[in-house]
């Protein structure tokens, strides 16, 4: 496996070894600051019978629904990307999914494909603090379509990342889907979020999103791995749409 090295058990999630994940030393320390005392993996409640089949049934049921009431929209959406810039309708991301395995998260394309966009921002970016910019993306990327900002901003360009929990490699609630590069702000917590299932909406996506360090993003999926329920994910489900009509941390 690339990047990560997870072992589970019966009696838990038992540990994870990291050997090559990306980051700089300022970007440890940000993610080790956070104390870790009161969270214990291997009594983490996403190990539960009930998150494995249970929630796995009805994340199948729930995405097909939405697959069919969204189709509509989603097929707007598609020419409205086409016909405002060139490319691709569809953008698809390496991301690290439950016990490292990684997986192609699906989106709507929400960037430029012209390649002076994308090179002059990449020389701008690739220093130190790359990482940094990733986990607290900048509202003025140059790179993002004006169709592509709509959709961001009413995070419409995850849609079609039903796809992604038909196939079981996400789920309806859990913590949000990351790269491996931003796997280094997680720090001691980092197997709490390979102990779950990334999700479409979670606590992070209720609770500010962009506006949220990543120490307290850590330590919200920390916290949902640990207190796991069908109830958390209503509720979690209740409040994912109020949150995304307030707009909180879209960028």
């Given at each position: 496996?690339?990047?990560?090295?997870?072992?589970?058990?019966?009696?838990?999630?038992?540990?994870?070894?990291?050997?090559?994940?990306?980051?700089?030393?300022?970007?440890r320390?940000?993610?080790?600051?956070?104390?870790?005392?009161?969270?214990?993996?291997?009594?983490?409640?996403?190990?539960?019978?009930?998150?494995?089949?249970?929630?796995?049934?009805?994340?199948?049921?729930a995405?097909?629904?939405?697959?069919?009431?969204?189709?509509i929209?989603?097929?707007?959406?598609?020419?409205?990307?086409?016909?405002?810039?060139?490319g691709?309708?569809?953008?698809?991301?390496?991301?690290?999914?439950?016990?490292?395995?990684?997986?192609?998260?699906?989106?709507?394309?929400?960037?430029?494909?012209?390649?002076?966009?994308?090179?002059n921002?990449?020389?701008?970016?690739?220093?130190?603090?790359?990482?940094?910019?990733?986990?607290?993306?900048?509202?003025?990327?140059?790179?993002?379509?004006?169709?592509?900002?709509?959709?961001?901003?009413?995070?419409?360009?995850?849609?079609?990342?039903?796809?992604?929990?038909?196939?079981?490699?996400?789920?309806?609630?859990?913590?949000?889907?990351?790269?491996?590069?931003?796997?280094?702000?997680?720090?001691?917590?980092?197997?709490?979020y390979?102990?779950?299932?990334?999700?479409?909406?979670g606590?992070?996506?209720?609770?500010?999103?962009?506006?949220?360090?990543?120490?307290?993003?850590?330590?919200?999926?920390?916290?949902?791995?640990?207190?796991?329920?069908?109830?958390?994910?209503?509720?979690?489900?209740?409040?994912?749409?109020?949150?995304v009509?307030?707009?909180?941390?879209?960028?």
């Amino acid at each position: 496996m690339n990047g990560f090295d997870v072992r589970s058990s019966n009696e838990g999630f038992a540990g994870i070894e990291e050997f090559g994940s990306e980051g700089t030393g300022a970007v440890r320390d940000l993610a080790s600051a956070y104390p870790t005392a009161n969270f214990e993996p291997t009594d983490a409640a996403v190990d539960s019978w009930r998150y494995v089949y249970v929630k796995r049934a009805l994340d199948a049921v729930a995405a097909s629904l939405m697959l069919v009431v969204l189709a509509i929209p989603g097929f707007v959406i598609a020419v409205a990307i086409l016909a405002t810039s060139s490319g691709p309708v569809f953008y698809r991301e390496k991301r690290i999914g439950r016990f490292g395995r990684t997986f192609k998260i699906w989106k709507f394309r929400s960037m430029s494909c012209s390649e002076s966009k994308v090179s002059n921002h990449r020389s701008s970016v690739e220093t130190d603090a790359h990482l940094a910019y990733r986990a607290r993306k900048t509202k003025h990327d140059p790179r993002i379509t004006s169709v592509g900002r709509f959709l961001r901003r009413w995070s419409l360009d995850e849609i079609p990342q039903v796809i992604n929990v038909l196939h079981g490699e996400m789920s309806m609630i859990g913590p949000r889907p990351i790269v491996e590069g931003e796997a280094c702000f997680y720090g001691d917590l980092l197997p709490f979020y390979l102990a779950a299932t990334p999700g479409l909406s979670g606590l992070w996506q209720v609770s500010g999103r962009s506006n949220i360090d990543y120490p307290k993003r850590a330590a919200l999926d920390a916290s949902y791995v640990m207190d796991w329920s069908l109830r958390t994910d209503f509720d979690i489900f209740m409040q994912t749409i109020p949150a995304v009509l307030r707009k909180t941390g879209a960028c």
